[in-house]
């Protein structure tokens, strides 16, 4: 898979480490920053990796900043992007089995590097279920987000 990675400043920390671990899974990466610790605003990068994925540069997403909540606050702005912050490994593969979720959010203030590797594996490995009550509700995502 194509995964795009981003972090504003307080998740430049771990972002290295994530790029590499998720490389060594034999995924391709596409790093949109930030390329250092000066101080910028996560909803950039959270919008980076949300184009990323409606330009089908990336088939999924992950984005670090402090809590992971900002960042997935932002990313779900972004037409066709389903984001959560997952601080447990059932979340981050539930997440994208029974709702589609295609992109990662991560707090690298709250989480610990290997805690965070076993969600990002968790998050890779899982595949949508394309069908019954998980297609049902996810159409009704996607009308919802017609509608608006």
Known sequence: MRIAIAADHAGFPIK????????????????LGTYNQEPVDYPDYAMKVGRAIQDNQSDRGIVI??????ATIAANKIKGVYACVCHDTYSAHQGVEHDNMN??????????????????????????????????????????????
């Open 65 to 70: 900043c402090g809590s992971g909540v900002g």
């Open 16 to 31: 290295d480490e994530v790029i590499n671990y998720v490389q060594s899974a034999g995924h391709d990466v596409i790093d």
């Open 103 to 148: 992109v990662l959010c991560l707090g690298s203030r709250i989480l610990g590097i290997e805690l965070v590797k076993e969600i990002v594996s968790a998050f890779l490995a899982a595949e949508f279920i394309h069908e019954g009550r998980f297609l049902r509700r996810f159409e009704k995502i996607c009308a919802l987000e017609k509608a608006q």
